[in-house]
């Protein structure tokens, strides 16, 4: 068998929380992301053929996030054969842009693809939430969702799961550097206090209810009055270096806001235009200039496409 005879996807990384969003709401990148390429195989079961793009993940399908994914599927479908993947990182782990769940919603789009789409993308969501359940020990979707579906996604619950996609309905840029530090998302978690005081919490809500109202109003400056994290950042941004610095730059730089990443160390930073976004990434830069930190950047436009096919071959796998 060739590599022509599989399915291959893409599936893009992520920015989680978005400031005010803790938990709750997420939007996709174009840039970077993963890979997953699945075909049939005659004996029942998963197996990961290749892992390419990073060092020391198991190509144990039980210790894998991709080989979770297509597990659960394939027991949700009752299918007598099984699945080869391939994982292709195209991401760091630990970055706090979604890694584990680009490889999870990436594997779940392929599988999809495989058994001729018996679930809507919207559907798929669960079973990519199985994934980030194995990675972090909690099954969150503010990843997997935008992973899957593009755009921004806001989870207005997990009891019972409801994923509202809410698309691209402001055009936006968004910068995103990732400095080479390691930062555990156990740890980022782990220092949260349990409570939150009223007032916070008050201005949190009117935080993210003005961001949802000036997405769909398409209001700039609604949206840059609402990118503020009452809660979370505070507690958090001494685990990043120069933060501070890097977001004040990014304002000064014309960002509309910014704000740590999922639980970081990456920084986004949310632009009206290309220019400006551009403009973000270089006075961040120049705030590691010489701290003796090396910088990944992306500069991408928030997509309406979540993961979708790189190429497949010209025969589907049957039922």
Not at 28 to 40: I, K, N, S, T, Y
Not at 58 to 81: C, H
Not at 89 to 118: Q, W, Y
Not at 237 to 251: G, S, T, V, Y
Request: proline fraction near 6%; glycine fraction near 10%.
């Amino acid at each position: 068998m060739k590599d022509s005879d599989f399915i291959k996807v893409f599936a893009p990384a992520t920015v989680a929380n978005v400031c005010c969003g803790f938990d709750v709401l997420g939007f996709a990148l174009d840039q970077p992301g993963d890979e997953v390429w699945v075909r049939q195989k005659e004996s029942p079961g998963v197996t990961i053929s290749a892992i390419e793009g990073i060092c020391g993940l198991s190509t144990d399908p039980a210790e894998n996030v991709v080989g979770i994914v297509a597990q659960k599927m394939l027991r949700e479908l009752d299918v007598p054969f099984g699945v080869e993947l391939q994982l292709h990182k195209g991401m760091p782990v630990g970055s706090g842009l979604g890694s584990s769940a680009a490889s999870s919603a990436a594997a779940a789009f392929a599988v999809n693809e495989l058994m001729g789409r018996p679930f809507t993308t919207q559907e798929l969501v669960p079973f990519a939430m199985e994934g980030e359940r194995l990675a972090s020990g909690s099954a969150h979707a503010d990843n997997v969702a935008p992973s899957l579906l593009g755009g921004f996604v806001l989870v207005r619950s997990y009891d019972p799961l409801d994923v509202i996609p809410l698309g691209v309905p402001l055009e936006l840029y968004c910068t995103v550097v990732h400095p080479q530090v390691e930062l555990k998302t156990s740890l980022a978690r782990s220092i949260l206090k349990k409570d939150i005081p009223l007032q916070k919490g008050i201005r949190q809500w009117g935080n993210l209810a003005g961001l949802m109202a000036g997405l769909l109003k398409a209001d700039y400056s609604l949206v840059s009055r609402s990118l503020h994290d009452e809660i979370f950042e505070p507690e958090r941004a001494f685990l990043i270096p120069l933060f501070r610095q890097a977001k004040e730059a990014a304002l000064e730089a014309g960002a509309l806001g910014a704000g740590i990443s999922g639980s970081g160390p990456s920084i986004f930073a949310l632009s009206a235009t290309a220019t400006q976004a551009r403009q973000v990434e270089q006075a961040i830069q120049q705030v590691y200039a010489n701290s003796g930190i090396d910088l990944n950047t992306y500069v991408t436009q928030v997509p309406e496409q979540g993961a979708r096919l790189v190429s497949q071959p010209t025969l589907h796998a049957q039922k």
